[in-house]
């Protein structure tokens, strides 16, 4: 599988864009970039994913590089609410079933 | 729909102590998998299973055993309980691949919280 890295934390203010960079260096043709963000302990929350082409949702965009070596979450006006751990996996798409690894992720403060 | 559903909400055990985390989903996914999580961390994939009666390992193993005797429920179960496997408990489900729209959302439940004496 694809390892990835995160920085630990960021910061940033309310009502800017809080920009979460993501390092996926050995990433392989068929993987996929995801991003989960797990609030205050609750169960994690599925946010976005890509393959190649920058993808935009309700919630958020994800940048991916031309060499698909890095990606950058992008939430345009981060509110208090968006204050959580925000995780960059990429999953392995096995025959029959897949694996989804988890890393340490990164912690988001959102101030006021 | 319910979602992805978890019992108990909390649990303390004695050294030892066998027990079952029970998840249950209703939305009719195939993949279901179970993670725990240590203060501070990511989530650890134990085991996972990608249909009724089909069931692998995940990172951490080790002191654990799942079922999969239907698609809505995945049992997990504690042998024998040792102060290690304190940690918080994650069930989560999706589609396989390619089903639903193409991609694989998870979707989690709320969490064991486990403590071992």
């Known amino acids: 599988d694809a390892k990835t890295t995160q920085p630990p934390s960021m910061d940033c203010a309310e009502g800017r864009a809080a920009n979460l960079p993501c390092n996926h260096s050995t990433i392989s043709g068929n993987e996929y970039v995801y991003w989960y963000r797990q609030i205050h302990s609750q169960g994690p929350q599925y946010i976005i994913h890509g393959l190649k082409n920058n993808e935009t949702n309700e919630m958020a965009s994800l940048i991916i590089t031309e060499d698909r070596k890095s990606s950058t979450l992008i939430l345009p006006h981060a509110t208090l609410r968006d204050t959580a751990v925000y995780y960059c996996?990429?999953?392995?798409?096995?025959?029959?079933?897949?694996?989804?690894?988890f890393g340490a992720g990164t912690r988001l403060f959102v101030k006021a | 729909n319910a979602g992805v559903t978890q019992t108990p909400k909390f649990q303390v055990l004695k050294t030892g102590q066998s027990m079952t985390l029970q998840c249950a989903q209703d939305?009719?996914?195939?993949?279901m998998s179970w993670y725990r999580q240590d203060p501070g961390m990511g989530l650890r994939l134990i085991h996972y299973?990608?249909?009724?009666?089909?069931?692998d390992q995940g990172e951490v193993p080790n002191g654990y055993n799942v079922s999969r005797s239907t698609t809505e429920d995945f049992p997990l179960r504690l042998l024998s309980a040792a102060p290690s496997q304190t940690s918080v408990y994650f069930c989560?489900?999706?589609?396989?691949?390619?089903?639903?729209?193409?991609?694989?959302?998870?979707?989690f439940g709320p969490g064991t919280r486990l403590t071992v004496l």
């Open positions: 939305m009719n996914h195939e993949y």
């Open positions: 989560a489900s999706s589609y396989p691949t390619g089903v639903a729209g193409g991609h694989n959302e998870q979707f």
């Open positions: 299973s990608v249909g009724a009666g089909i069931t």
């Open positions: 996996i990429v999953r392995t798409r096995n025959t029959g079933g897949f694996k989804t690894i």
